[in-house]
C-alpha cells in the first residue's frame, strides 16, 4: 500500500534529473542575506534536510525567499535506511513535511545510517553523479 509520504518522496526522486547541469551551492545561515542581496548566478541550492525540521524560524523564511530564485536538492542525513533498527517514522514525517513545504527540485540518496547508538557518515559513498 502506498503511503502519502511515499509519494511525497517518490515525487522528490523523480524530479533528481530537473536540476541544471549547473554547480549549485550547500546552503548555510552566512549564505542568506547575501543570495538574496546579490543574486548570483548559480544553478542550485541544497541543504541537508534535518537543518529544516523544525516548525518554522528563520531557516524555513530564508529558505522560501531563495527558493523562489533557485532550484532545490535537499539532501538527508539521518534516515537511517538498512540500519539494524526499523526506520524512524517520526523523522519520516518530518521529511515529507519539508517535502511539502519546500518541494525540491532533487534529492540525493541518505548517506547517514545508525548502528546501535552510533550514527556514521557515509558522505564519501552517498551515490554522488560525476556527470
Same mark, same amino acid.
Given at each position: 500500500? +502506498? +503511503? #502519502?509520504? %511515499?509519494?511525497?518522496? /517518490?515525487r522528490a526522486a523523480q524530479a533528481a534529473c530537473q536540476l541544471p547541469a549547473r554547480a549549485g551551492l550547500g546552503l548555510k545561515p552566512e549564505y542568506f542575506r547575501g543570495l538574496l542581496e &546579490? /543574486? #548570483?548566478d548559480i544553478g542550485f541550492l541544497e541543504i541537508h534536510a534535518e537543518n529544516y525540521m523544525v516548525e518554522g524560524g528563520p531557516f524555513h523564511h530564508y529558505l522560501g525567499l531563495l527558493h523562489e530564485k533557485y532550484p532545490l $536538492?535537499?539532501?538527508g542525513v539521518g534516515l537511517s535506511i538498512g540500519a539494524e533498527t526499523p526506520l %524512524?517514522? %517520526? /523523522?519520516?514525517?518530518?521529511?515529507k513535511t519539508l517535502f511539502e513545504r519546500h518541494p525540491p527540485t532533487a534529492t540525493r540518496p #541518505? $548517506?547517514?545510517?545508525?548502528?546501535?547508538? $552510533? +550514527?556514521? &557518515?557515509?558522505s564519501s559513498a552517498s551515490g554522488r553523479s560525476r556527470r
Open positions: 500500500m +502506498t +503511503t #502519502p509520504a %511515499d509519494t511525497t518522496v /517518490h &546579490n /543574486h #548570483p $536538492s535537499i539532501h %524512524d517514522g %517520526d /523523522h519520516l514525517q518530518r521529511l #541518505p $548517506s547517514m545510517t545508525r548502528c546501535g547508538r $552510533s +550514527t556514521a &557518515n557515509c
